[in-house]
T-cell receptor
Framework: AQTVTQSQPEMSVQEAETVTLSCTYDTSESNYYLFWYKQPPSRQMILVIRQEAYKQQNATENRFSVNFQKAAKSFSLKISDSQLGDTAMYFCAFIDTTGNQFYFGTGTSLTVIP | KAGVTQTPRYLIKTRGQQVTLSCSPISGHRSVSWYQQTPGQGLQFLFEYFSETQRNKGNFPGRFSGRQFSNSRSEMNVSTLELGDSALYLC????????????FGPGTRLTVT
């Protein structure tokens, strides 16, 4: 069975600083996709970044980047130059290429402090 | 392109009643997934539909059901509501037969009293 673990329920960071959110997953599949979703207090879930397991290069989207360690089954999200609008719940998610179901972690609540 | 829409946004029901929630996916998207989100359990997968067929189902009782129409719009129904069904119900759509990237709606906040 696939599992996704986010071990940091809450985190905080000073505005303009860098923060890293952790995620580990467990799967026996070799081909899969990993995602980070952001859910601001308004509740609309937004896709932040996506990583394909067969790609060794870490994905980057503006201030958001990931550190994907396939052997360690680790997928952390780094947010650089944190902004107040980054305050949200962040979910790590996994889907393998044979399935049709996303598996989500329990989320990390990030607060950016002015 | 319009995003995923869900109606209603808020709903209050009493125990024993039934409720139907609606989800309209992004135009062109054929897969719709439903999730229940609660503070204690996080995001729990309910079911996924593609081309009017349920392809995958989570571990929820039979009181939770769904369907998808030919225009890809989806509904989920919860019968005999219980207090524990109070949650945010999220719908997500994706384009193809493999749901590699899902786009979420704003959710329906269901409160059961």
């Amino acid at each position: 069975a696939q599992t996704v673990t986010q071990s940091q329920p809450e985190m905080s960071v000073q505005e303009a600083e860098t923060v890293t959110l952790s995620c580990t997953y467990d799967t026996s599949e070799s081909n899969y996709y990993l995602f980070w979703y952001k859910q601001p207090p308004s509740r609309q879930m937004i896709l932040v970044i996506r990583q394909e397991a067969y790609k060794q290069q870490n994905a980057t989207e503006n201030r958001f980047s990931v550190n994907f360690q396939k052997a360690a089954k680790s997928f952390s999200l780094k947010i650089s130059d944190s902004q107040l609008g980054d305050t949200a719940m962040y979910f790590c998610a996994f889907i393998d290429t044979t399935g049709n179901q996303f598996y989500f972690g329990t989320g990390t609540s990030l607060t950016v402090i002015p | 392109k319009a995003g995923v829409t869900q109606t209603p946004r808020y709903l209050i029901k009493t125990r024993g009643q039934q409720v139907t929630l609606s989800c309209s996916p992004i135009s062109g998207h054929r897969s719709v997934s439903w999730y229940q989100q609660t503070p204690g359990q996080g995001l729990q997968f309910l079911f996924e539909y593609f081309s009017e067929t349920q392809r995958n189902k989570g571990n929820f009782p039979g009181r939770f059901s769904g369907r998808q129409f030919s225009n890809s719009r989806s509904e989920m129904n919860v019968s005999t509501l219980e207090l524990g069904d109070s949650a945010l119900y999220l719908c997500a759509s994706s384009f193809g037969s493999r749901s590699y990237e899902q786009y979420f709606g704003p959710g329906t906040r269901l409160t059961v009293t």
